[in-house]
Structure formats: structure tokens, C-alpha cells
């Protein structure tokens, strides 16, 4: 699909000058975001033997970080449509490092639960809805380029935090961990600063009218007089599910996000029940991670081409059924090798269509209807998040069959059918909307023709049978309303 026309973004974004600190910023952002509930599972086996808990115990605290970080979106995009982008960042930055603080002081696992789940969750929020928004104000032509771009944050973060957590860890324990990662992640809040808000051009002659500019500015939030339905309507906006192309965007990555991640917990296991060294199987998440870091931006830079920009969501579909082969393909052979290609392969499928998957919402709804539609489908995409590891792995399909492989198998066809899916309603969804456009079309030009006809007819009654003047005055009237009235039901 063609990027939203200029008009529909008053002020057109600049593609290049300070957005590329913005860009900068919202790596930084989406970086610790995607990365920290990743990194601190390292942390995980020194608390659960402080407490004495189980190992499902322990994991819940990345599980309730990663739903409260989707769950928060609706909140995050009404904060972004009040306040902006940048206030929005910050906060965040603040709230993950008070979770981190107040954790380490922490003598409960329900203690972190609330902490680093809940506050750090929603903190994490907070900074990743903010900075996928401003990208869309300050980038169309190059848009995908700087998704990409501020999408590698995540693999970049991953592979620095992973090493460096190992190292605090085994110099100040987690309690000091936490206290130096909180630190660390203050750098949100300077990573928001960068995200100055759009400003509109100067030059009279480029400039838009007054008027247009106050509703911008209505749009953006700046102004605080709104009444409580608008805000419940911008907090949840379920007039989105009238949307065709919203709908089959939603349904498809529903479909990845419960695949997705199950074959990245269990990849590690899975090759030591092999016969691999286990040094040599935790290995094969960096060469992932590895390829991941190329496969963002790349997708960006190819996502940016003239042939593939106006058939982004085609990219996208091609991506998820990439993806999705990569696992069936993962339960086909054995060896140390054979994974090792799995592994390279599946870093390029999960760089792509995370490259993708918010700039194809990005091209369906605009930059204006994005921060309500990206809401939603954060706290949507929450479900399939929490339950896909667990309905594939421990006490699922893993315990029930007693191969891992059925895990990969069953994670690369619901993504695979998902990717057929998309390109399957994508191309209907395409012929319908040029249909519509050519009966919109066919009807404007039909619809003045008609009218003078019908006017025509009129005089000519007019004059062979002279009416009352008070029917005189309504014919006419009566007449284009009844057409306006049928045009608009039937566009």
C-alpha cells in the first residue's frame, strides 16, 4: 500500500535533519525495551535459590514485565495524543529505574513481581509505544528506514546487556545488579529529551492555514479541553475494527506473536537434548542475535525501495511465511551444523518481520491514527505473547509428546498459515479498495450529469405545466437531497 497522502499529515515530516536524533533516541528506547526483560534472566538462578522457589516462579517475572509492557500500550498512546512523545519517554525512563531501585531491596518474589513486572512493565510501555509515534511525525519517504534502524536496538541491547549483567553479577550480586542497571536505564530519560516535538514550517508560503493548524494541535493533544468520551474513544478506539486492512493486519500478527517466541525459550534446550555442548547450544541465541542486529536495518534500506514500498504488507506476509518455514525446517534435521543454519536463518526471519511489522501499521493507519491503533494492538497481542511459550513448551506439547521438535513444528505452521493468510486478504483487501475507488469515482461523475438532467426535465415541465411558485421552490432542493442522501449510502 501506497504511504498516507501529504494531505492527511497537515504538516508534511522532514525525512532526514533532526529526525535522525530522534532515530537515536528511539534506538536507545526500543533497545532496553525489547532487551531488559531478555537480560535479566540472567539474574533469575541467584534469586531463586535467595528465595527457594521453583523455576516457574522465577520466570513469571519476565512473563508479567512482557504483559504489562503490551497491556500498557492503550495507556502510553493516550499519554503520547495528550502530552507528546518526549514527557512520555521520560516518565518511563523514571518508572523503569524506581522499579529497578525498589527491586533491589526486595525479600519476596511478590516483591518483584510488582516491581519489575508491573512498574518496570508499564515503564517499558511507556517508552516504546512513545518512540515508534514520533518516528511516524518525522519520517514518510524514509520511514522504513528508520523503523529498521530504531528496531536494531533491540538485538544490539540484547548483546551487550547479556554479557554485562554476567559480569555485575558476579561482582555486586543482583541487589547491586539492579541498583547499576536502574542507573543505566535513566538514559530513557535522555534518550526522550532527544524527542523534540514536531514543529510546523515557518515560511508562509509553505506554511498550512490557521485552522488546519489548531486541529492539528487538537490531534497532537496539546490542548487539554477535551471531554471524557473523546478520551475513552483515544484510550480504546474500537472504531478501528471497521478498518478491512486493520482487521487482517491485527488477525495475521496475532497469529506470529504465538509462534514467535516459544522456538527462541526452548531453542537452547532443545539442542542439548541433542547431544550438544551446552556452551555451544547457548550459543547458537548470540548467533541469532548476531544476524538479527544486520537483518533490521536491512530490511529497513530494502523495505525503502520504490519496488517494495508500495507493497510493503507483501513484504511483511513474505517474511512470516520465510519465518514460519525456518521452524518447520528446524524439525527436519539434526547436528550441530544443521542448527547453526536454523539459527542464521531464523535471525533473518525475526529481523525482518520486526523490522516490518509496525511500519506496515504504520503505512495502513497514518501517523495520526497510529499511537490509538498501535494501543490497541499491543494489549491484543499481549494474549498470544503469554500463552504461546507455555500452550508449546513445559506441561504442553513438550511434556504430551516428549520431543521438542513438535514445539518447532507447531510454532512454524500457525506462522506459516498466518503469512498465506496475509497475502491471501492482502489481495483482496487491494481489489476491493480499487474497486471502491473506481464506483467513488464512476459516481462523481455521474452524479453532476444526472442533476442537470434532472433539472433540465424540470424546466421543461415547468413551462408546459406551470406549478404553484411554493412547488416551484422545493423541486429542485428535494431532488439533489434525495441524490446526496443515496450517494452517501452507497459510498
Not at 542497571?181 to 524527542?195: D, I, K, R, T, W
Amino acid at each position: 500500500m501506497a504511504p498516507a497522502p501529504e494531505a492527511e499529515l497537515v504538516v508534511r515530516p522532514l525525512d532526514g535533519g533532526w529526525g535522525w536524533v530522534v532515530v537515536l533516541g528511539a534506538f536507545i528506547s526500543i533497545g532496553f525495551s525489547y532487551a531488559l526483560p531478555k537480560a535479566i534472566t540472567v539474574f533469575f538462578h541467584e534469586i531463586q535459590e535467595e528465595f527457594t522457589i521453583s523455576y516457574s516462579d522465577i520466570a513469571w517475572i519476565s512473563s508479567i514485565m512482557l504483559a504489562a509492557m503490551y497491556a500498557g500500550g492503550p495507556v502510553s498512546s493516550l499519554l503520547v495524543t495528550t502530552y507528546g512523545s518526549r514527557p512520555v519517554v521520560i516518565l518511563g525512563g523514571v518508572m523503569c529505574w524506581v522499579s529497578m531501585v525498589t527491586a533491589s531491596f526486595g525479600n519476596s518474589i511478590i516483591h518483584l513481581y510488582i516491581c519489575i513486572g508491573v512498574i518496570g512493565g508499564f515503564g517499558l510501555s511507556f517508552n516504546l509505544n512513545a518512540s515508534l509515534t514520533i518516528i511516524s511525525k518525522y519520517f514518510l519517504a524514509k520511514r522504513p528506514l528508520a523503523n529498521g534502524i530504531a528496531m536494531a536496538g533491540s538485538p544490539v541491547f540484547l548483546c551487550l546487556l547479556a554479557p554485562l549483567n554476567q559480569y555485575l553479577l558476579s561482582n555486586f550480586g543482583w541487589r547491586g545488579s539492579f541498583l547499576i542497571l536502574g542507573a543505566m536505564l535513566l538514559n530513557c530519560c535522555v534518550a526522550g529529551s532527544l524527542m523534540r516535538p514536531v514543529t510546523p514550517p515557518r515560511n508562509p508560503s509553505k506554511a498550512v492555514s490557521q485552522k488546519k493548524l489548531e486541529e492539528q494541535t487538537d490531534v497532537y493533544g496539546t490542548s487539554l479541553k477535551r471531554n471524557c468520551m473523546k478520551n475513552f474513544r483515544k484510550f480504546l478506539d474500537f472504531s478501528l475494527f471497521k478498518d478491512r486492512g486493520f482487521v487482517i493486519y491485527l488477525i495475521g500478527s496475532l497469529m506470529f506473536f504465538f509462534g514467535a517466541y516459544a522456538p527462541i525459550v526452548f531453542l537452547t534446550a532443545y539442542a542439548v537434548k541433542q547431544g550438544i555442548e551446552e556452551y555451544s547450544a547457548a550459543y547458537l541465541l548470540s548467533i541469532m542475535g548476531f544476524v538479527d542486529m544486520f537483518a533490521r536495518p536491512g530490511t529497513g534500506l530494502l523495505a525503502n525501495t520504490k519496488w517494495i514500498r508500495p507493497r510493503v504488507q507483501y513484504f511483511l506476509s513474505f517474511a512470516m511465511v520465510f519465518t514460519g518455514s525456518c521452524h518447520l525446517m528446524c524439525s527436519l534435521g539434526t547436528g550441530y551444523v544443521f542448527l547453526v543454519v536454523y539459527t542464521v536463518l531464523f535471525g533473518i526471519g525475526f529481523g525482518m518481520m520486526f523490522g516490518l511489522i509496525f511500519e506496515c501499521l504504520m503505512d495502513l493507519m497514518g501517523s495520526q491514527r497510529f499511537p490509538s491503533a498501535v494501543g490497541l494492538v499491543t494489549i491484543i497481542e499481549c494474549c498470544p505473547m503469554l500463552l504461546g511459550p507455555p500452550a508449546a513448551g513445559k506441561g504442553a506439547l513438550v511434556d504430551i509428546t516428549g520431543d521438542y521438535k513438535y514445539l518447532f513444528i507447531m510454532c512454524g505452521s500457525v506462522i506459516l498459515t498466518g503469512g498465506v493468510f496475509l497475502f491471501v486478504m492482502n489481495m483482496y483487501n487491494y481489489h476491493m479498495l480499487d474497486k471502491e475507488r473506481a464506483m467513488k469515482e464512476m459516481g462523481q461523475n455521474h452524479e453532476p450529469k444526472d442533476n442537470h438532467d434532472q433539472e433540465n426535465g424540470t424546466m421543461m415541465q415547468l413551462k408546459e405545466h406551470p406549478p404553484p411558485e411554493a412547488t416551484v421552490e422545493q423541486t429542485a432542493p428535494e431532488a439533489i437531497d434525495e441524490t446526496a442522501t443515496q450517494a452517501d449510502f452507497f459510498f
